[in-house]
């Protein structure tokens, strides 16, 4: 087992972060417990610089503090791959930001790698095979067994070699500035609380729902959130989406007719039955205008002119993803390509003002759009 040091209190973690904080680059990576408990929580941070390796047990520390000056120190390189969640999770449970970003998966993008999960990563430069079986390992048991510490400590102990070896090739191909933008923007994700926004928005296919249909399902949605936080369980646990997609659809008015459904299992119908029922006569019986009406996307809509600008620039995108290698949905997502035509832009300042634009999009293949779009 790589050598490693606990830190399990406020006065250790104080101690062993004037020792971090020397260094210019460090490699970061969280555990945390989404897959077990209704609130999801970092249950582990793990730690590696130059000289040493740490995992930070935030179960037993109440003072975060020293922590977060190295977090934010715009002089310490902070290596993650795949930031993003890890990133989400620190700044809710720590009030801690992350300045100066090095993602080795966003590395991996520019760089055209397709197979660019950590463990791919690990085979293919270090020979290293990472268990999967601890991907869904409940992280708030204590306690750690020698095997999740071992996974866990592998997570970052070859991040920083694996950073110097991506950032290489990536000044080598002329891409080095283009990814530290990315970086940049991915290091100012927020941790985004639901509030009082409604349950159905962040639910795959409720944008195609009429009003009935979500009135329903924000009904049934609100059902499985009470239960999933009594019970403390994630959602998924309790019913997943196509379940609730199928209750939404069928809208069974009693237990007779939730069974002969088929959406439940006995077991669902016998702890939940009633609940679902009750929740789908409830969404039926919102009136008429008080009905939820899923937001606009605002889509471009059928106007010949934007459909041919749409197909100009995703003609566009694919021929600069067969040259450079860079997959098309990061080149520039469909979203932006949306914008762009929508705004039809007349020269690259223009370009550049548009929502979800990137600088390196711009170098890269700015000029090309703006001629094309003149035609």
Same mark, same amino acid.
């Given at each position: 087992?790589?050598?490693?040091?606990?830190?399990?209190?406020?006065?250790?973690?104080?101690?062993?972060?004037?020792?971090?904080?020397?260094?210019?680059?460090?490699?970061?990576?969280?555990?945390?417990?989404?897959?077990?408990?209704?609130?999801?929580?970092?249950?582990?941070?793990?730690?590696?610089?130059?000289?040493?390796?740490?995992?930070i047990d935030p179960l037993g520390i109440k003072d975060f503090s020293p922590l977060k =000056?190295?977090?934010?120190?715009?002089?310490?390189?902070?290596?993650?791959?795949?930031?993003?969640?890890?990133?989400?999770?620190?700044?809710?449970?720590?009030?801690?930001?992350i300045d100066n970003l090095f993602d080795t998966e966003i590395a991996c993008r520019f760089?055209?790698?397709?197979?660019?999960?950590?463990?791919?990563?690990?085979?293919?430069?270090?020979?290293?095979?990472?268990?999967?079986r601890f991907q869904k390992t409940d992280w708030s048991k204590r306690p750690l067994s020698?095997?999740?510490?071992?996974?866990?400590?592998?997570?970052?102990?070859?991040?920083?070699?694996?950073?110097?070896?991506?950032?290489?090739?990536?000044?080598?191909?002329?891409?080095?500035?283009?990814?530290?933008?990315?970086?940049?923007?991915?290091?100012?994700?927020?941790?985004?609380?639901?509030?009082?926004?409604?349950?159905?928005?962040?639910?795959?296919?409720?944008?195609?729902?009429?009003?009935?249909?979500?009135?329903?399902?924000?009904?049934?949605?609100?059902?499985?959130?009470?239960?999933?936080?009594?019970?403390?369980? =994630?959602?998924?646990?309790?019913?997943?989406?196509?379940?609730?997609?199928?209750?939404?659809?069928?809208? =069974?008015?009693?237990?007779?007719?939730?069974?002969?459904?088929?959406?439940?299992?006995?077991?669902?119908?016998?702890?939940?039955?009633?609940?679902?029922?009750?929740?789908?006569?409830?969404?039926?019986?919102?009136?008429?205008?008080?009905?939820?009406?899923?937001?606009?996307?605002?889509?471009?809509?059928?106007? =010949?002119?934007?459909?041919?600008?749409?197909?100009?620039?995703?003609?566009?995108?694919?021929?600069?993803?067969?040259?450079?290698?860079?997959?098309?949905?990061?080149?520039?997502?469909?979203?932006?390509?949306?914008?762009?035509?929508?705004?039809?832009?007349?020269?690259?300042?223009?370009?550049?003002?548009?929502?979800?634009?990137?600088?390196?999009?711009?170098?890269?293949?700015?000029?090309?759009?703006?001629?094309?779009?003149?035609?």
């Amino acid at each position: 087992m790589i050598e490693y040091t606990l830190i399990d209190s406020d006065d250790e973690l104080r101690r062993q972060c004037r020792k971090i904080e020397v260094h210019p680059k460090i490699a970061m990576d969280i555990e945390a417990d989404s897959m077990h408990h209704y609130k999801e929580r970092v249950c582990l941070i793990q730690i590696a610089d130059p000289e040493r390796h740490y995992l930070i047990d935030p179960l037993g520390i109440k003072d975060f503090s020293p922590l977060k =000056p190295i977090c934010e120190n715009s002089g310490i390189t902070k290596v993650f791959h795949g930031g993003d969640f890890d990133i989400r999770s620190i700044d809710r449970d720590f009030d801690i930001r992350i300045d100066n970003l090095f993602d080795t998966e966003i590395a991996c993008r520019f760089l055209g790698i397709h197979k660019r999960s950590l463990a791919a990563l690990l085979k293919k430069h270090f020979n290293l095979s990472m268990d999967k079986r601890f991907q869904k390992t409940d992280w708030s048991k204590r306690p750690l067994s020698k095997d999740m510490i071992t996974y866990s400590i592998n997570d970052v102990a070859y991040l920083l070699e694996l950073a110097n070896i991506l950032e290489k090739k990536l000044r080598d191909s002329g891409r080095l500035e283009w990814a530290r933008e990315e970086f940049e923007l991915q290091s100012r994700v927020k941790y985004e609380k639901n509030g009082d926004e409604p349950l159905f928005l962040k639910f795959k296919g409720a944008g195609k729902m009429g009003r009935e249909s979500l009135g329903v399902l924000e009904s049934l949605l609100k059902m499985r959130d009470s239960i999933a936080e009594n019970k403390n369980l =994630p959602h998924f646990k309790i019913m997943g989406n196509d379940t609730l997609s199928a209750l939404t659809q069928k809208r =069974p008015v009693n237990i007779q007719q939730l069974r002969e459904s088929g959406i439940l299992t006995a077991k669902q119908v016998s702890m939940y039955g009633k609940a679902c029922v009750d929740a789908v006569l409830e969404g039926m019986a919102i009136p008429g205008n008080s009905l939820p009406i899923y937001p606009s996307s605002r889509r471009p809509g059928n106007r =010949p002119d934007m459909a041919g600008r749409i197909n100009i620039l995703k003609g566009i995108r694919a021929s600069f993803s067969r040259n450079t290698g860079i997959e098309t949905g990061f080149l520039m997502n469909n979203a932006t390509i949306n914008a762009v035509a929508s705004a039809n832009p007349k020269n690259t300042e223009e370009l550049m003002q548009i929502k979800g634009t990137r600088k390196w999009q711009i170098e890269l293949m700015g000029q090309r759009i703006i001629e094309s779009l003149r035609i």
